[in-house]
């Protein structure tokens, strides 16, 4: 049985953003991630964990809701100039102001900041840059020109990392510090980016960000499969997992790493993307199976609220400090997780219990807002 993905058809997309909405608030807020169990902490450098899945599944659900947005729109951006100016300007709109949210947000609290070491690059960045590329080339090329520069963008990648000699470290080093993209960052950002010299770059860094526009191509594509040409889930299912065996199996000489964002990284994240996608699909569109997805599915009509939200509230509960009990200053997080969690139970639970308390307090919040209509989208 097909399925044709159309704007009234967005609910198994709201859950699959939900979902991964709710992840990234469980793994970027667990009470000690010292203490915390591994599936819930990045990989280190090389390898992944289901926590290095949340943010390419993210963009995975950009790449989608562009093909859905744009491939609806009345007028044609190829044959009618008006139509292409104004789309044109609704793209880089949302991408400027979503790059603002990213830096607003980076930054804050802002009397903290130490101008000089500003971080430029960041999620919401990353995200804003990827949306334009993706919706211009979703625009001005063909699926088999997207195809072509998908490839052609991996396989770039993966030559320029290999082949690019760097200065004190030589060509094909991906290491912490001598891989060419932390040495790009380093020479065009200077001190602005996550970790400045010596450091490995900035993991929302320049060139990787590349790799990273083929996982919204890749959403991109998946949501043409299933809108323009019907087809059995389980075909895409199969796709998903052609794509997770060749990202496997590249990474055995192009390393699967987050951090770089490695072409192996873009397969391999991709085809889960694509099986969550059609687990969903049928669940939730084509079996009604709703109930187990109603809290995700209020996430994900609001997710620009509750990451930008759940980010600030984190940022506070760090940034607001009194004595603690040995009289030097402590965060309100650290006085709230010992009392509530820290002293009660073991480590590991205590961490998790922290970083699920957290999501249900912003799902409160997002429920409370859907119940009252209220939408902020960019």
Same mark, same amino acid.
């Given at each position: 049985?097909?399925?044709?993905?159309?704007?009234?058809?967005?609910?198994?997309?709201?859950? =699959?953003?939900?979902?991964?909405?709710?992840?990234?608030?469980?793994?970027?807020?667990?009470?000690?991630?010292? %203490?915390?169990?591994?599936?819930?902490?990045?990989?280190?450098?090389?390898?992944?964990?289901?926590?290095?899945?949340? #943010?390419?599944? #993210? &963009?995975?659900?950009?790449?989608?809701? !562009?093909?859905?947005?744009?491939?609806?729109? $009345?007028?044609?951006?190829?044959?009618? $100039?008006?139509?292409?100016?104004?789309?044109?300007?609704?793209?880089?709109?949302?991408?400027?102001?979503?790059?603002?949210?990213?830096?607003?947000?980076?930054?804050?609290?802002?009397?903290?900041?130490?101008?000089?070491?500003?971080?430029?690059?960041?999620?919401? %960045?990353?995200?804003?840059?990827?949306?334009?590329?993706?919706?211009?080339?979703?625009?001005?090329?063909?699926?088999?020109?997207?195809?072509?520069?998908?490839?052609?963008?991996?396989?770039?990648?993966?030559?320029?990392?290999?082949?690019?000699?760097?200065?004190? #470290?030589?060509?094909?080093? &991906?290491?912490?510090?001598?891989?060419?993209?932390?040495?790009?960052?380093? %020479?065009?950002?200077?001190?602005?980016?996550?970790?400045?010299?010596?450091?490995?770059?900035?993991?929302?860094?320049?060139?990787?960000?590349?790799?990273?526009?083929?996982?919204? &191509?890749?959403? !991109?594509?998946?949501?043409?499969?299933?809108?323009?040409?019907?087809?059995?889930?389980?075909?895409?299912?199969?796709?998903?997992?052609?794509?997770?065996?060749?990202?496997?199996?590249?990474?055995?000489?192009?390393? !699967?790493?987050?951090?770089?964002?490695?072409?192996?990284?873009?397969?391999?994240?991709?085809?889960?993307?694509?099986?969550?996608?059609?687990?969903?699909?049928?669940?939730?569109? %084509?079996?009604?199976?709703?109930?187990?997805?109603?809290?995700?599915?209020?996430?994900?009509?609001?997710?620009?609220?509750?990451?930008?939200?759940?980010?600030?509230?984190?940022?506070? =509960?760090?940034?607001?400090?009194?004595?603690?009990?040995?009289?030097?200053?402590?965060?309100?997080?650290?006085? &709230?997780?010992?009392?509530?969690?820290?002293?009660?139970?073991?480590?590991?639970?205590?961490?998790?219990?922290?970083?699920?308390?957290?999501?249900?307090?912003?799902?409160? !919040?997002?429920?409370?807002?859907?119940?009252?209509?209220?939408?902020?989208?960019?």
């Amino acid at each position: 049985m097909g399925l044709a993905v159309t704007a009234e058809r967005l609910r198994s997309l709201d859950v =699959f953003r939900g979902a991964t909405i709710a992840g990234m608030i469980l793994v970027n807020n667990a009470g000690n991630e010292a %203490q915390t169990w591994w599936p819930l902490l990045h990989a280190e450098w090389h390898g992944w964990t289901p926590t290095d899945w949340i #943010f390419p599944f #993210f &963009l995975f659900i950009v790449g989608v809701a !562009i093909a859905v947005a744009l491939g609806e729109r $009345p007028g044609d951006p190829q044959s009618d $100039p008006a139509a292409r100016r104004a789309l044109h300007g609704k793209i880089f709109r949302r991408a400027g102001l979503i790059f603002l949210v990213g830096l607003l947000l980076t930054w804050y609290p802002f009397y903290t900041v130490d101008w000089s070491r500003a971080r430029i690059p960041g999620v919401l %960045q990353r995200i804003a840059v990827v949306y334009l590329l993706a919706a211009l080339a979703y625009l001005h090329l063909r699926p088999r020109g997207r195809l072509v520069l998908g490839a052609g963008l991996l396989l770039g990648y993966w030559a320029a990392l290999a082949l690019v000699p760097v200065p004190g #470290f030589g060509a094909g080093d &991906l290491g912490v510090q001598g891989n060419l993209a932390a040495w790009l960052d380093h %020479q065009v950002l200077g001190s602005h980016i996550w970790r400045y010299a010596p450091g490995p770059g900035d993991p929302e860094g320049l060139l990787s960000t590349l790799p990273a526009l083929v996982t919204a &191509l890749l959403g !991109i594509a998946a949501c043409e499969a299933l809108r323009i040409r019907p087809v059995r889930l389980g075909r895409l299912g199969v796709a998903g997992a052609v794509l997770l065996a060749a990202g496997i199996a590249w990474g055995t000489v192009f390393p !699967i790493n987050k951090n770089l964002w490695t072409s192996s990284y873009v397969l391999a994240t991709g085809g889960l993307a694509l099986l969550f996608l059609a687990g969903t699909v049928w669940l939730v569109d %084509q079996k009604g199976w709703t109930t187990w997805a109603r809290p995700f599915e209020t996430f994900g009509k609001n997710s620009l609220v509750t990451f930008v939200g759940s980010s600030l509230m984190a940022k506070t =509960f760090f940034a607001i400090k009194w004595p603690g009990p040995d009289g030097a200053p402590l965060s309100l997080k650290g006085h &709230l997780y010992p009392a509530l969690f820290g002293e009660t139970l073991p480590a590991p639970f205590a961490s998790l219990a922290w970083a699920l308390c957290y999501v249900l307090i912003w799902w409160v !919040i997002a429920a409370w807002l859907e119940r009252r209509r209220v939408f902020v989208r960019l």
